[in-house]
T-cell receptor, first 113, second 111 residues
Framework: AQSVTQLGSHVSVSEGALVLLRCNYSSSVPPYLFWYVQYPNQGLQLLLKYTSAATLVKGINGFEAEFKKSETSFHLTKPSAHMSDAAEYFC???????????FGDGTTLTVKP | SQTIHQWPATLVQPVGSPLSLECTVEGTSNPNLYWYRQAAGRGLQLLFYSVGIGQISSEVPQNLSASRPQDRQFILSSKKLLLSDSGFYLCAQKGVNEKLFFGSGTQLSVL
């Protein structure tokens, strides 16, 4: 069975500060891992995904995530937060079928001026 | 490109009333389609997925049903809504390279 844990339902950072959103997964086989962003009243948008190629994955809007098998983690980072980054972020894990992903409960990112 | 149309954007329904949410997609033919629900403060839960016309798989037992009458149409229904059916419903389509594309969602409030 696969599961995802996002540590911290709310994260607040100042504009220009480092963004770190944590995600740990469990999967009995090598996983596909995803980060999605959801802006208010909108659907999800894919930020980035890991599919067993490079362990450091770069996504849109300056985000990146590093797959660490030994820690079963896939934390999302951005060096410098922007006000427009305020949103809810979801980590997800799946096997080969991206549609059958298991999602974390989400982390709300607040960016303070 | 892949575009997903979902409607309505918001819906308020009384307990016991029927439900029909429609999703239509553009892009590749015979797409894999999905219905997700997001409860308040929670992540997404996969409700149904479909790999083709008339083919529906249910992931969790519930008060809802899904149908796929056409290649690019996916409908979520209920005969009698429950309070617990409230949530944000997202339709999704799997594109190339395992990428998921989501519709803009329907916020359903059952009162």
């Amino acid at each position: 069975a696969q599961s995802v844990t996002q540590l911290g339902s709310h994260v607040s950072v100042s504009e220009g500060a480092l963004v770190l959103l944590r995600c740990n997964y469990s999967s009995s086989v090598p996983p596909y891992l995803f980060w999605y962003v959801q802006y208010p009243n909108q659907g999800l948008q894919l930020l980035l995904k890991y599919t067993s190629a490079a362990t450091l994955v770069k996504g849109i809007n300056g985000f990146e995530a590093e797959f660490k098998k030994s820690e079963t983690s896939f934390h999302l980072t951005k060096p410098s937060a922007h006000m427009s980054d305020a949103a809810e972020y979801f980590c997800a894990v799946s096997y080969t079928n991206a549609g059958k992903s298991t999602f974390g409960d989400g982390t709300t990112l607040t960016v303070k001026p | 490109s892949q575009t997903i149309h979902q409607w309505p954007a918001t819906l308020v329904q009384p307990v016991g009333s029927p439900l029909s949410l429609e999703c239509t997609v553009e892009g590749t033919s015979n797409p894999n389609l999905y219905w997700y629900r997001q409860a308040a403060g929670r992540g997404l839960q996969l409700l149904f997925y479909s790999v083709g016309i008339g083919q529906i798989s249910s992931e969790v037992p519930q008060n809802l049903s899904a149908s796929r009458p056409q290649d690019r149409q996916f409908i979520l229904s209920s005969k009698k809504l429950l309070l617990s059916d409230s949530g944000f419903y997202l339709c999704a389509q799997k594109g190339v390279n395992e990428k998921l594309f989501f519709g803009s969602g329907t916020q359903l409030s059952v009162l």
